[in-house]
């Protein structure tokens, strides 16, 4: 592929290699995703397309912010008149795609704004990047919203276990129940807690994000998990030992509640990786490592969200999501 010119943020000649689009960069796994690429790839630019929800915070990106071969731009993907002319005047190769409504609680009350974002804001970018005859396009999600058309475009489609780490809003359980002990709160386990869960580091997932992209099928599934699994119970007696510092069954109950479960709570979600493994990504950080350094990263950076106190709610409350 021959060199593209264009604009950096300064305004800057620039020369760049290829130009990757990112939807989502200011939530939790994009922004993990828009640090190791921009590391990985100096002579690309990468453009970060965010319009910064609720859950999104650009202090997640601050380490990068200046870097000559990022640009940040806020807008909806929703918006086709927008994401047209993104794409128009961009010149984008690659698109990866994790913009999206994301957090099971507010689907129940705000199920219109999440077929609007992840069905409909979708089919947005999708035909915005079929006109621009993308390279690659990947999504994090399902595949249903692309109809028949897989087979003449270039679309890989990743599916992922639940992601822990730095830059999660902390309506979604770990960064909860760390920010709830670590405020002197009892974890809210919604119902008995047996339901189980597989946790994957972030980085672990941006790494399966770059194997993708480097090396991923177009038209192919990819399942993005690990065989670490562990129910919400046991992750709560996990953190409240490691942050209450206490390994007394006595103790370990002080720090836990149980509030009504969710309308709908699946027990599992059991999934098979090995075609990932395939393109050789595994995961590499260790549970122990992982939930150390998102305590410590909690305990510094909880406030990078201006509402994040509402999200410790058992339930979000409505007030959190101001557009339902
Ligand atoms: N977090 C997990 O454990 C997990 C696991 C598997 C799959 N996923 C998938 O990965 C993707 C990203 O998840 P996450 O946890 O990083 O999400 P997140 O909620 O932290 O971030 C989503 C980002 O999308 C942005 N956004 C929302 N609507 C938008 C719109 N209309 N236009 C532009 N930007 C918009 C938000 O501002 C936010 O920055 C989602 O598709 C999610 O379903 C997440």
Redesign the pocket.
């Known amino acids: 592929m021959s060199e593209e010119s264009g604009w950096n943020v300064r305004g800057a000649r620039a020369s760049f290699k290829k130009r990757l689009l990112v939807?989502?960069?200011?939530?939790?796994?994009?922004?993990h995703v828009i640090i190791c690429l921009l590391e990985r790839y100096p002579d690309y630019l990468i453009i970060n397309?965010?319009?910064?929800?609720?859950?999104?915070?650009l202090k997640n990106l601050q380490s990068v912010s200046s870097r000559t071969n990022y640009r940040f731009i806020q807008?909806?993907?929703?918006?086709e008149h927008f994401v047209k002319l993104l794409f128009e005047t961009e010149n984008i190769h690659i698109v990866l795609?994790?913009?999206?409504?994301?957090?099971v609680d507010k689907s129940f009350w705000c199920s219109s704004e999440f077929t609007?974002?992840?069905v409909d804001?979708t089919q947005v970018l999708v035909n915005a990047a079929y006109q621009a005859n993308v390279e690659k396009f990947i999504?994090?999600?399902t595949d249903e919203v692309y109809g028949g058309s897989i087979k003449e475009f270039p679309v890989v489609v990743?599916?992922?276990?639940?992601?822990?780490g730095p830059?999660?809003?902390p309506e979604?359980v770990i960064p909860k129940f760390i920010a709830l002990l670590q405020r002197n709160r009892k974890c809210c386990i919604h119902g008995t807690g047996v339901q189980a869960r597989h946790?994957?580091y972030a980085t672990d997932?941006a790494e399966a994000f770059l194997t993708i992209l480097e090396k991923g099928e177009p038209g192919e599934t990819y399942n993005?998990g690990t065989n670490f699994e562990m129910s919400v119970i046991q992750l709560a007696k996990e953190l409240v030992h490691l942050i209450k510092e206490t390994a007394s069954e006595s103790e370990l109950e002080l720090w836990i509640e149980h509030v009504s479960d969710r309308p709908s709570n699946d027990l599992g979600y059991p999934m098979n990786s090995k075609k990932l493994h395939r393109l050789g990504w595994k995961p590499k950080v260790a549970w122990e490592e992982g939930i150390r350094k998102t305590i410590e990263w909690y305990e510094a950076n909880f406030h990078n969200w201006p509402d994040a106190e509402k999200a410790l709610d058992p339930f979000p409350s409505s007030a959190l999501y101001k557009r339902c």
């Open positions: 939807t989502g960069g200011a939530g939790f796994i994009a922004s397309l965010d319009k910064l929800d609720y859950c999104a915070s807008g909806d993907i929703c918006d795609h994790f913009a999206a409504q994301t957090h609007n974002v992840n804001g999504h994090v999600s990743t599916r992922s276990s639940n992601v822990y830059h999660q809003y979604k946790f994957l997932v993005v």
